[in-house]
């Protein structure tokens, strides 16, 4: 089974709220709110990724030593088995807004499994969750 690494970020604002962005229609797993990040490409770290993507999908300017690594998820789909590091963040330039049609929401650590999220998305919460209520 093809092994796919995808980095992921919980970027956290001053008020402890976390970003999670809905996975826009036409894309697998439509709906579903997940934490912002993507496919870390050949010769990429995920570090590097994540600067790239948070340009990209959120307009924001993350430098490396402002993520954090958090925990990682390992999820088999259908065609393939997804790695998924998640860092955390909560220094960042700019204001976080949507540059590829997807919604986002600022969710209250409590909150987070009140939104419907990818499986491998949502063992992440739990360790999210006790970092930032501790």
Known sequence: MRILLVAAVALVDPDGRVLLAQRPEGKSLAGLWEFP???VEAGETPENCLIRELAEELAIDV???CLSPLSFASHSYEDFHLLMP???CR??????????????AWVRPQKLRDYPMPPADEPLVGALRDRLLA
């Open 91 to 104: 220094k960042w330039t700019g204001i976080p807004s949507p540059q590829e049609g997807q919604t986002v």
């Open 86 to 88: 998640l860092y955390i």
């Open 63 to 65: 430098g490396c030593s």
């Open 37 to 39: 990040g993507g496919k």
